[in-house]
């Protein structure tokens, strides 16, 4: 039997009332909303002279709380190329809320329905149900139509909300052969296979003596088995976005298909899965992405004059890298591939990723090195799996330039506040793929994007307290490698005035005097600020006992990991580092009722360390808080002991400092 014959788990239109009334749906409390169902269909038809999916679903949600509203808006992502494109058809929807004990049911207007172009092959079709509240119920219907076999439609089980039941049904002739793959670590409630039967009606196919072919009205029909496949699952809960994370792409439940195949009966097998060598060859001969590199004559002779200017290799990239940034800005689109000439790109003074960095290939081969692209994805876009070779799963492209010794220099001119050779931190996920010609190189090979820099930040602090509790402090402060980036990014978007503004309301208490800033162009040196500041005590009037508590003076004092376990990795994208050192004078007449204890704590495996330090010089007291955080990328195993790790340095930031008047 069919699994699609089964029974459905949820109609469009036909709501249980209860789903109005009871409560609670989810054990999660904060649960904004919930998925009562999601059911989706898809199977292959006969079109024209060939085939085509056709994608059916019906999804139903339970609105709890306002943060549950955006349960209400849909985006539904359409593919298109050539002209052809995905269609939605029988798009429906339905609001309803209990209103005086009768069920008000409110329709999706048509003029509601929107579609929105999201990239050079994808729209989206996007809608809001109407009449949205707490304690409605939600739902919406529609058939997506698509030419692409390639674009199989993939499930996703899970999602920011809980989920009460989520199941996928596919129907698939034999002909075609699909790789099934399934990611995520949540349970099935059903996982089926069955062997089951179709018609399709095609304008014109060639038949096979073992398949059953009738002629109507000029059309062939064709019956072929299928393969058959239910997946569900049940009481999924939320994918909860947690601090340091690539997308949740990358870990939720979910289940994609890649066409393999195609073996008709009596037939040799076609195989249609791409390969590392054909999208090496197929983007190299591409004419929005090789054939650009081809097209920079138009920099001759100034690259030409830098390549004399600079014979060292790496200054030279570092000014060719220059050049380029200075003649087009980065507008913030990521793609890998061009949609008009760098020509064009150059002449506009701005453009995608795309534009910008094969513009730079093209300038560091037409300054005299061997530069090549090298494509990956962005933490935001999702990871890439080397074992399938998907183009999709990319959206960005760098330059790579090896040196005589054979060393990889990684180049991207989007960020001016970063040095040559230091790619973005959206860039760090973790592989990119070299597309590169020639025998030897046909295949490419995997790149390594490991940082080459850390985030680090160091602080050190000067402060004078005086006998009613009130503070003076003189700080200095160092903002290297990523965290550099940041901080210079954040003070050319705000100005000094309102970076200063924005400190002083982290650090409600305190009154800064104005900034200094060093070494604010220069992105070979850290970013330095100075800027003293006091803090009024609570009252006038001189304390026996103070309390204070200096390093909570400049950490916030928060554990970003809140939940007891996680099932995916940290992943801080580069090492961390964060120093801070303190000198506390004591008000004259004062010392310390006791001196708080030195610690170090370690993580497993070298993975990294926290040192806290206390050391008394006369009415000094010196603090040095040292974290450092040797890996950029934390299994889910390691999750337990940072987080703990976490929770001991926080503690003993937070020790308090008793301070006594002299006997």
């Not at 061997?370 to 962005?378: E, F």
């Amino acid at each position: 039997m069919a699994a699609h014959a089964q029974t459905e788990p949820v109609k469009f239109g036909q709501i249980d009332a209860k789903d109005l009334t009871a409560a609670p749906f989810v054990a999660d409390s904060a649960a904004g909303a919930v998925v009562l169902c999601d059911y989706g269909r898809s199977r292959l038809v006969g079109y024209r002279d060939g085939f085509r999916v056709v994608f059916e679903r019906v999804t139903r949600v339970k609105i709890l709380k306002k943060s549950g509203y955006d349960a209400a808006t849909v985006e539904i992502p359409l593919y298109h190329r050539d002209g052809d494109q995905e269609e939605i058809t029988n798009l429906r929807g339905f609001t309803y809320n209990l209103v005086g004990g009768q069920v008000q049911k409110t329709k999706l207007d048509a003029t509601g329905v929107f579609l929105e172009k999201r990239s050079p092959r994808i729209n989206v079709r996007r809608f809001t149900l109407p009449s949205v509240r707490e304690g409605a119920v939600v739902e919406y219907a529609y058939t997506l139509s698509s030419d692409f076999l390639f674009n199989f439609q993939n499930w996703v089980f899970q999602g920011p909300y809980p989920v009460r039941w989520s199941e996928y049904r596919t129907s698939i002739p034999v002909f075609y052969k699909y790789k099934i793959i399934r990611q995520g670590g949540q349970p099935l409630a059903v996982d089926r296979s069955t062997v089951g039967k179709t018609t399709l009606l095609v304008d014109n196919k060639l038949a096979s003596s073992s398949l059953s072919v009738g002629q109507t009205n000029g059309s062939l029909t064709v019956s072929a088995p299928t393969e058959e496949y239910q997946w569900a699952m049940q009481n999924v809960p939320p994918l909860r976005e947690e601090a340091y994370t690539t997308t949740a792409a990358d870990y939720e439940a979910r289940i994609d298909f890649q066409l393999v195949g195609e073996q008709w009966p009596e037939q040799p097998y076609r195989d249609l899965t791409d390969s590392w060598a054909k999208i090496n060859a197929r983007l190299l001969a591409d004419d929005n992405f090789g054939q650009q590199l081809e097209r920079g004559g138009f920099l001759k002779d100034q690259m030409g004059a830098l390549a004399a200017q600079y014979p060292d290799p790496a200054a030279r990239a570092a000014a060719v890298r220059q050049t380029i940034m200075a003649a087009v800005r980065y507008n913030g689109t990521n793609r890998y591939a061009t949609e008009a000439s760098l020509r064009k790109a150059y002449d506009a003074h701005s453009g995608t990723a795309a534009d910008v960095n094969l513009l730079l290939i093209a300038a560091l081969r037409q300054a005299g090195l061997p530069a090549q692209p090298v494509l990956l994805s962005t933490r935001g876009h999702g990871r890439v799996s080397q074992t399938y070779p998907l183009l999709d799963k990319f959206n960005y492209v760098v330059a790579l330039v090896t040196d005589a010794d054979g060393h990889d220099l990684l180049v991207d001119a989007t960020d001016p506040a970063l040095p040559c050779g230091t790619l973005p931190e959206r860039c760090l996920n973790q592989t990119g793929r070299l597309i590169a010609p020639g025998p030897g190189a046909a295949d490419g090979r995997w790149v390594d994007l490991r940082p080459s820099q850390r985030h680090a930040h160091f602080r050190q602090a000067r402060l004078t307290l005086d006998a009613q509790g009130g503070l003076a402090g003189q700080v200095h402060e160092e903002y290297a490698g990523y965290a550099g980036a940041d901080a210079r990014e954040e003070l050319a978007r705000l100005g000094e005035k309102k970076y200063a503004a924005q400190l002083a309301h982290q650090h409600a208490a305190w009154a800064l005097a104005p900034l200094a800033v060093g070494a604010r162009d220069d992105v070979q040196k850290p970013l330095a600020l100075d800027y003293a500041f006091t803090r009024a005590a609570d009252d006038g009037a001189p304390a026996g006992t103070l309390y204070l508590s200096p390093l909570r003076e400049f950490l916030d004092g928060q554990n970003p990991f809140t939940q007891e376990d996680r099932s995916f990795p940290v992943d801080f994208g580069a090492p961390q580092e964060e120093t801070l050192l303190v000198a506390l004078t004591l008000p004259a007449g004062y010392e310390l009722a006791e001196t708080p204890k030195n610690a170090i704590i370690d993580l497993p495996d070298s993975g990294g360390r926290y040192l806290f330090n206390v050391a008394t010089i006369g009415s000094t007291v010196n603090f040095t808080s040292r974290l450092a955080l040797r890996k950029p990328v934390y299994s889910a195993a390691e999750y337990t002991h940072l987080r703990e790790f976490y929770r001991l340095m926080l503690e003993k930031q937070a020790e308090k400092l008793v301070i006594k008047k002299k006997a």
